[in-house]
């Protein structure tokens, strides 16, 4: 694929999901900085046209110039249903970049469970920036919540504002059940065999050396780019001390929505909520 720099396409576009805003998606491999293929999908937007919102006037002039770059969780990828979901919500607020992270659906290299993942998600912002957008707003679920936490801290300045849904506000939580089955997943053998053939998802086999920033850790050096950590009250991954973790850790730069009723990342979030979280990017980088 030679030595394209990071957040450079390697190879043609296509329109694999129809017609969106001024014209199809665009869809192509990024390389990360260490030399990973990235699949990842740009998505103009409805929102590009006259104002943000489920109301946007698609023939009017240019009014915003924001674009939502969308960190899945653990086991997705660009083309689940719930991504793509999610992403149509958000394109009515504006451009969307979706991306599979590595070791997951068509993307090269193998997941490090939140590490190395901050570089997919600084390809893809690189890339949306590309497109001329002058603002980027960084949604992230579960893992991917962590990441762009993580990726706000150590790339300062790279977006405008970040929201950050079912993330953990630490590491090497084991205190639920499902957050065991996954500890599982990642760290024995056949674990990982079940991740590959099961859940589509090739995981690195070595342990964080070093152990990388937690989200925790990270929250503080966000600033000054605005900060939204949701929760639902009824998730089943990371009970509501992860949050508040978060939100105590952000101080007057973060805002905080524990939502009644849902439970975990993308399959849990109402079109209300993520309509919801694309207006308050909007009012943040307005």
């Known amino acids: 694929m030679g030595n394209s720099p990071a957040g450079h396409g390697t ?155 079912s993330a953990p506000a630490r590491w090497y939580y084991r205190g639920t059940a499902p957050m065991r089955r996954l500890h599982w997943l990642v760290t024995r053998p056949a674990g990982r065999l079940v991740g590959r053939y099961g859940l589509r998802t090739r995981i690195h086999h070595r342990d964080w050396d070093p152990v990388p920033l937690s989200p925790v850790e990270a929250v503080p050096r966000i600033a000054p780019a605005p900060l939204l950590v949701v929760h639902g009250d009824r998730d089943g991954y990371f009970p509501l001390d992860h949050p508040r973790m978060l939100a105590d850790a952000a101080g007057d730069h973060g805002e905080l929505w524990v939502e009644p009723g849902m439970g975990h990342a993308e399959n849990a979030a109402p079109d209300e909520l993520l309509d919801r979280i694309g207006d308050w990017a909007v009012s943040r980088c307005g």
Do not use: Q
Not at 83 to 98: S, Y
């Open 11 to 165: 190879r043609s576009t296509f329109r694999p999901h129809g017609e969106t805003g001024r014209g199809g998606p665009i869809r192509t491999f990024l390389r990360t900085a260490d030399g990973i293929p990235i699949d990842s999908v740009y998505e103009p937007g409805a929102a590009v046209y006259g104002n943000a919102g489920s109301g946007a006037d698609a023939s009017g002039p240019p009014a915003r110039d924001l674009v939502f770059a969308v960190a899945h969780g653990f086991t997705g990828d660009a083309d689940r249903p719930h991504v793509r979901r999610a992403a149509a919500v958000l394109a009515r607020h504006g451009a969307v970049v979706t991306f599979s992270f590595r070791g997951h659906g068509a993307s090269g290299g193998r997941s490090t469970v939140g590490d190395k993942e901050v570089l997919d998600l600084d390809a893809a912002v690189r890339w949306a920036r590309g497109f001329g957008h002058a603002r980027v707003a960084a949604v992230g679920f579960s893992m991917g919540g962590s990441v762009v936490l993580r990726h706000a801290a150590l790339h300062p300045g790279a977006v405008d504002a970040v929201v950050s849904v």
